[in-house]
């Protein structure tokens, strides 16, 4: 599985920015999609998540805030973030969890985008 990030930039506090994610490859092994960012000095920290089944989870952080979506088509990846806050700044990387193999003896993969750089100016 490939990963491509986009979107992003400078967005202002209170303001929104989407970003999106392409993916190629054995979509159809995927079962989940994250969206980590990583702020400066800190680790990767999950904000929000999408079964195959379209089934969402977001962190409490960004629960009301942030919307993660993905194509009938499962080909693309999107994350709208709203009421933007400075803290939001990150490095954003989309993550594919994918499984495959047959019943008992499965196999899990994780694959990452290059990341999307998102800056929110106060």
């Known amino acids: 599985v490939q990963l491509v990030e986009s979107g992003g930039g400078l967005g202002q506090a209170g303001g929104p920015l989407r970003l999106s994610c392409a993916a190629s490859?054995?979509?159809?092994?995927?079962?989940?999609m994250p969206w980590y960012p990583q702020a400066p000095g800190k680790g990767r920290e999950l904000v929000a998540q999408?079964?195959?089944?379209?089934?969402?989870n977001n962190s409490d952080s960004v629960k009301v805030r942030f919307i993660i979506s993905r194509g009938n088509d499962k080909n693309t990846l999107s994350l709208q973030m709203n009421s933007l806050k400075y803290e939001d700044t990150a490095v954003y990387y989309c993550?594919?969890?994918?499984?495959?193999?047959?019943?008992?003896?499965?196999?899990?993969?994780?694959?990452w985008g290059q990341g999307t750089q998102d800056r929110v100016s106060s």
């Open positions: 490859g054995r979509i159809r092994d995927i079962e989940t």
């Open positions: 993550d594919a969890h994918t499984v495959w193999g047959p019943v008992g003896r499965k196999s899990a993969s994780d694959y």
């Open positions: 999408i079964t195959s089944a379209y089934t969402t």
